[in-house]
């Protein structure tokens, strides 16, 4: 995916999210902060403000997908997606993220697999990644461990709880 379809396509989630924001709620001076949020964060994004972090997903589904871009981008944080692993590791390499959302179960290149060729590369290899899988499977986390990762969430996602993963390996 090209640099310029990723920026179209993040501009199109986080103005969905926005939209949809303002329209759930009927108070005129809310709709104001929302809009002012919606520009500081097209702000953001074209001045390529560092102080956005920004977080790299790499996930299949687009339903989890999208709805995971949405509510990291209302947190503030710069989301970029990437549908399959080696698509993730090419995005990784070009777009240096602060940090790698990885889904395991991956077409064209697994989660394990991208992870360990990030973790093998000095370029790449000090971004954390947390491995996400909907599989609570016993072994599934030393297996991600193993591979690299950082750290482990399970999905569904529990916003809070990865949030939380995701401001430690920040901070
Ligand atoms: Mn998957």
């Avoid at 097209?42 to 339903?63: A, C, T």
Wanted: include cysteine; aromatic fraction near 2%; proline fraction near 3%.
């Amino acid at each position: 995916m090209s640099s310029q379809k990723v920026f179209k396509r993040l501009q199109h989630v986080k103005s969905c999210d926005d939209i949809s924001c303002v329209e759930s709620h009927a108070d005129p001076h809310l709709d104001i902060i929302l809009k002012n949020h919606t520009a500081n964060i097209q702000y953001n994004i074209e001045s390529g403000d560092n102080s956005m972090r920004k977080i790299l997903l790499v996930e299949d589904n687009e339903m989890n997908r999208d709805m995971l871009a949405r509510r990291l981008a209302r947190r503030e944080y710069e989301v970029i997606v990437a549908v399959d692993g080696q698509a993730g590791l090419d995005m990784a390499r070009e777009h240096k993220p602060d940090l790698i959302l990885m889904d395991l179960s991956l077409p064209v290149m697994d989660g394990w697999t991208a992870t360990g060729k990030l973790k093998a590369d000095e370029t790449t290899r000090d971004i954390p990644v947390i491995a996400l899988t909907a599989h609570a499977m016993t072994g599934d986390r030393e297996k991600a461990l193993e591979a690299g990762c950082d750290e482990f969430d399970t999905k569904p996602v529990e916003l809070k709880r990865l949030l939380g993963k995701i401001e430690d390996l920040l901070a």
